[in-house]
């Protein structure tokens, strides 16, 4: 560092550096660490945009400062085209006079009629550029009749260009991640499994929504100090067996995982509940108390999944009725229910099984539920 720079305390680049880590577990990415630079800098508005604004996309920022919703649709809709600080050097801070001359820049439609009126004078900011090809935008904003941003400034933020830069990919792999976790849980909940993760000490870290339907109506399962119980005393032995077991193989070199099961009773006499206790095998690295040591899936034979009708009618090229009947059959309704339950005849609910063997080419009832129950119908639940 050099002149202010080489001033600057330590300490504080250091809580900055760590705000922009800090920043990708935030509600709103990084929205406390650009409130840090802007007061550091005496800005008046600092942003951070993900992912920029194009026809039909209105992007993704971050903002901090007075930013009004009207200046946000401004710009997202229309005037991020006239926008002359773009395509600038890579990772690397300059201001709009480094593009510009003054003169050009004030007369400049994007300054005229976007900035000047929500008083933008002086620009500062960089083109961060990913690994993985992705680019996001750092933007300084001060106003009119303050300074312009000096070498000292630059250099400052220039520092910290390269953790912004690290952290956006970082982000980037979290999101994949992310991503993919609720895809699965998704899955999960659309083939009707009760999930229940269990960390380390046999607490549950997660649920998801079959699971806490379960555990609160507490017929055959519930929590018992943030840990799952059988509400019978002979099975709630056997399953705390299966958890210890699994738990124990927590860690073992190995890593083959433990799976075991159980069939649980019930106090409201309905069918037992069919419960897999799988351990969860840590990574190379897998550290602190809130890994992942094991899953416990639940499934109960009395509820329904439900394929919407218009998912089956487009996989089996049923009619909308046909499709319908389909779906009440594969929920175990016979023939004379389901068409009770449709409000049908029964010949005609002959007529539509006659036809819906057809088109699926098989010859009994209990090929067809087969037949749908193993379709990826079930998938398309919202």
């Not at 509600?27 to 550091?40: D, F, H, T």
């Not at 004030?106 to 960089?126: I, N, T, W």
């Not at 099975?235 to 124990?248: C, F, K, S």
């Not at 009725?321 to 009440?328: D, W």
Request: charged share 25%.
């Amino acid at each position: 560092m050099k002149n202010a720079v080489a001033t600057f305390p330590l300490e504080k680049f250091s809580e900055l550096t760590a705000s922009i880590y800090d920043g990708l577990l935030e509600p709103v990415p990084w929205e406390k660490c650009l409130m840090g630079l802007r007061n550091l800098l005496e800005a008046n508005y600092v942003t951070l945009i993900l992912r920029q604004p194009k026809v039909g996309d209105h992007g993704l920022m971050v903002n901090v400062g007075d930013v009004t919703t009207e200046g946000l649709i401004s710009y997202n809709s229309h005037f991020f085209a006239m926008d002359p600080f773009v395509g600038l050097p890579g990772d690397r801070m300059v201001t709009i006079n480094d593009i510009l001359d003054e003169k050009a820049w004030m007369a400049s439609p994007f300054y005229q009629e976007f900035l000047k009126p929500y008083d933008v004078h002086r620009l500062m900011g960089a083109d961060i550029r990913t690994a993985d090809g992705g680019e996001c935008r750092l933007r300084v904003c001060r106003g009119h009749g303050a300074p312009n941003f000096t070498s000292a400034d630059k250099e400052l933020c220039g520092l910290l260009l390269p953790h912004f830069k690290r952290a956006v990919h970082f982000h980037g792999r979290l999101d994949l991640a992310e991503s993919e976790r609720r895809l699965y849980a998704g899955a999960m909940d659309r083939l009707m499994v009760a999930t229940i993760i269990l960390d380390k000490q046999g607490r549950v870290l997660k649920t998801n929504r079959q699971a806490d339907e379960l555990l609160a109506s507490a017929d055959g399962m519930r929590l018992v100090g943030n840990m799952p119980h059988a509400t019978h005393a002979s099975g709630n032995r056997e399953l705390q067996r299966l958890i210890r077991h699994a738990l124990d193989n927590y860690g073992m070199a190995r890593r083959t995982a433990v799976v075991e099961a159980i069939s649980i009773e019930r106090h409201s006499g309905k069918r037992n509940l069919g419960v897999v206790v799988h351990s969860v095998p840590p990574s190379e690295w897998s550290e602190g108390a809130s890994s992942p040591a094991a899953a416990i899936y639940i499934r109960d034979p009395e509820g329904k999944a439900e394929a919407p009708v218009d998912i089956v009618r487009q996989l089996f090229s049923f009619t909308p009725a046909e499709a319908a009947l389909a779906v009440q059959l594969a929920n175990g309704l016979s023939l004379e229910d389901a068409a009770m339950e449709l409000g049908i005849r029964r010949n005609t609910a002959r007529a539509h099984l006659r036809a819906i063997f057809s088109k699926t080419d098989v010859t009994r009832q209990t090929e067809l539920v087969r037949l749908l129950l193993n379709s990826v119908a079930n998938m398309g639940i919202r």
